[in-house]
Structure formats: C-alpha cells, structure tokens
C-alpha cells in the first residue's frame, strides 16, 4: 500500500495498529481502461476472492481517486456504489454484511473498522463529504439504515436557509448493539457498550456508553447496560 493511501485510510478512522496488522494486495487487473488513469485503488486481504458482481455495477460511471480496502469475504454484499472523486470505503476483517448497501458520495467515507456484523440488509450511505464510522464489534439486526444526509434540501421558506444535515459525521463506538429496523441519521456519536432499541430513530444525538435508547425520537431507557451476544438465562 502506499504511504499516501495508507495515511487517508488513518485520517478516515482506520487504526495503525489494525492497518498493520492486515495483509493486503492490490487488485490491478480486470478494470475499465479509466480505473487506474484515474488514480483509483482496490486492495483485498491477501486470500480474498473478489466479488465481480458488486464491483461490475460499481464502476458503470467513472470516479476518480477512490480508494476501497476489503478486508473481509463479501459474498453476501448486495452493492458497493460509489457517488463521486475521493470516495473512501474500508470493510475490515470478521465483518459480514449480509445483503448489504453501501453507498459512499464524493468526499465521503465509510469505514466498518473490523467484527461489524450485520445480519441482513443493512444501509449505510455517506455524502456530501460525511463520514461514518464504526468501531470494532458491532451487531446490526436487520434493516439497520445509517445515513449521514437526508439526499434533499429541507430549507426555512422565508431565510432559505438550510434546516437538515448536510455532510454530517455518525460515530459509533466499540461493542454496540442497534435494533432491527432502527435509522441512525445525521451528525451522531453513540458510545461504547449502548444499545439502540428496534425501530428507534437516533439523529443528530449523542447516545452516552453503557446507555439503552429507544423510541423515535429515541430517549435514555436505561443507563449502566452492557450486552451480550449470547442469549443466556
């Protein structure tokens, strides 16, 4: 990897001890005569098979300087589509996506750092130059959309000026647990060790560690939680 790419993965939330603790390659061959006059970059795990159906759709409009790291298998990825120049998209490793959509606009980042798993259909879209990071040990129950935008302009009809989020920046810390069909949306930070309840709607909040939120908009249910993955008595 080049040190150029290795310091974008680093500014966009990437740990150096995690960057360096996987073995990566670049994928070089197989792409539009414009990937790498571009100045675009694919790298993969070293062992990794790569998912042509996701990757053919992606690269129908050309974008240049995107640079895209899969560290883990995306066999059940649905989509990866990026929206614009200088897209970043990390997918660490233990991570599974089942039936995923990623989504990353010009400017933007996503960055699933490693053990995020979501069990089916997932969202995660950021635009407008937002980013969305996820630390280590995630669980996304189904339906889960994260979006940094609402892709349109609300806007006060006498000032004009803007009302919703634009560029906004979704934080989620270690060992997080969200709800099926929860939206997670605007400039969000949720702690560690939190628990987001199903169908609840986080945005624009700060979710405390070790807090439980439910409801839409979601409130404090409880705090001094922790959760498990296992489903003991």
């Excluded at 969202?123 to 669980?139: F, I, M, P, W, Y």
Aim: aromatic share 8%; proline share 4%; net charge negative.
């Amino acid at each position: 990897m080049t040190p150029a790419h290795r310091d974008r993965l680093i500014a966009a939330g990437v740990g150096i001890d995690l960057l360096d603790s996987v073995a990566l390659q670049e994928v070089v061959d197989g792409w539009p005569d414009w990937w790498s006059a571009y100045g675009n970059a694919l790298y993969l795990k070293e062992g990794l098979a790569l998912n042509r159906k996701v990757f053919d759709v992606m690269v129908t409009y050309p974008f240049r300087e995107a640079l895209i790291v899969i560290a883990t298998g995306t066999e059940a990825l649905a989509s990866l589509l990026l929206g614009g120049d200088d897209a970043t998209v990390w997918i660490g490793p233990d991570s599974y996506l089942g039936y995923g959509e990623l989504y990353c606009g010009a400017g933007s980042s996503i960055v699933l750092t490693s053990g995020v798993v979501a069990t089916r259909c997932p969202v995660v879209d950021a635009r407008n130059g937002g980013s969305v990071v996820a630390e280590h040990d995630q669980l996304w129950a189904a339906n889960v959309y994260i979006a940094t935008d609402d892709m349109h302009r609300l806007e006060d009809a006498e000032t004009g000026a803007r009302l919703n989020p634009f560029g906004a920046h979704i934080h989620f810390g270690e060992h997080v647990w969200i709800g099926r069909d929860a939206i997670v949306t605007g400039h969000v930070d949720i702690g560690h060790d939190a628990v987001v309840g199903a169908r609840s709607l986080v945005r624009g909040q700060k979710v405390e560690p070790h807090t439980a939120v439910a409801g839409t908009p979601a409130r404090v249910i409880r705090e001094g939680v922790t959760w498990r993955g296992e489903d003991t008595p």
